[in-house]
Antibody, heavy 121, light 107 residues
Framework: EVQLVESGGGLVKPGSSLKLSCVASGFTFSGYGMHWIRQAPKKGLEWIALIYYDSSNKYYADSVKGRFTISRDNSKNSLYLEMNSLRSEDTAMYYC??????????????WGQGVMVTVSS | DIQMTQSPHSLSASLGETVSIECLTSEGISNYLAWYQQKPGKSPQLLINYISSLQDGVPSRFSGSGSGTQYSLKISNMQPEDEGVYYCQQGYKYPFTFGSGTNLEIK
């Protein structure tokens, strides 16, 4: 059974940093691209980042480019999102999700339960 | 960015009814269209990819269709467990974008 478990969220002040983690199990993590997607309270879904299975390529939404960094450690079956210069508009539930295969990096197969990040003074 | 215009914003249906949700894209997206269902307090779940390919375990009363810039999700024989918010998503160009969602309720 595929499981994705996010952690690291919390309440932080504007301008601060936070690092989210996502631990994967139930599939060969090192063979799959991984995404971060977020959802502001009572709002829709926003894709924010993709990392290839081997970290060779990374893509970001303009809203987080230059502030957020996606990374992974295949030896630990773990995906990360380092978030800097946080703003109130970054307040959201953050989900990690896996791409189904190398040829289909564009959609999101399994999703974690999400982790909440609240940016407020 | 490719804009995804989803309609209606909300929908109320009776048990057994057939409903459709539409998704218009601001430019052609080839086959790169997926649909997700999100139940209250839960993560989204993938229903359909490549316009019409049903994920394993998704009931056959769900179907997807469309081409060019117009796509739709049809739910036949509405069931109580179909309540939730439905999102379309394009994967043709970065950044990947979602529709604003359709809230489907039982009448």
């Amino acid at each position: 059974e595929v499981q994705l478990v996010e952690s690291g969220g919390g309440l932080v002040k504007p301008g601060s940093s936070l690092k989210l983690s996502c631990v994967a199990s139930g599939f060969t993590f090192s063979g799959y691209g991984m995404h971060w997607i977020r959802q502001a309270p009572k709002k829709g879904l926003e894709w924010i980042a993709l990392i290839y299975y081997d970290s060779s390529n990374k893509y970001y939404a303009d809203s987080v480019k230059g502030r957020f960094t996606i990374s992974r450690d295949n030896s630990k079956n773990s995906l990360y999102l380092e978030m800097n210069s946080l703003r109130s508009e970054d307040t959201a539930m953050y989900y990690c999700a896996n791409a189904p295969d190398y040829g289909s990096l564009w959609y999101f197969d399994y999703w974690g339960q999400g982790v909440m990040v609240t940016v407020s003074s | 960015d490719i804009q995804m215009t989803q309609s209606p914003h909300s929908l109320s249906a009776s048990l057994g009814e057939t409903v459709s949700i539409e998704c218009l894209t601001s430019e052609g997206i080839s086959n790169y269209l997926a649909w997700y269902q999100q139940k209250p307090g839960k993560s989204p779940q993938l229903l359909i990819n490549y316009i019409s390919s049903l994920q394993d375990g998704v009931p056959s009363r769900f179907s997807g269709s469309g081409s060019g810039t117009q796509y739709s999700l049809k739910i036949s024989n509405m069931q109580p467990e179909d309540e939730g918010v439905y999102y379309c998503q394009q994967g043709y160009k970065y950044p990947f974008t979602f529709g604003s969602g359709t809230n489907l309720e039982i009448k």
